[in-house]
């Protein structure tokens, strides 16, 4: 695990919204996102 998606995962958490990544580096940013989407795909499952 990544720990830029893991900042990705607590930023989703702290609803903070997707537009607000704090990386310009690309690489950096597509962490973040993958770790801020995946936290949205989990907290969409029901149960």
Same mark, same amino acid.
């Given at each position: ?7 990705? *995962?607590? /930023?989703?958490?702290? !609803?903070?919204?997707?537009? @607000? ?7 950096? *940013?597509? /962490?973040w996102?993958? !770790?801020?989407?995946?936290? @949205? ?7």
């Open positions: 695990m990544n720990g830029i998606e893991e900042e990705g *995962r607590e /930023a989703y958490a702290a !609803g903070v919204e997707m537009r @607000r990544c704090p990386y310009k580096d690309v690489a950096r *940013r597509d /962490a996102l993958k !770790g801020w989407m995946e936290a @949205r795909r989990v907290s969409r499952v029901p149960g």
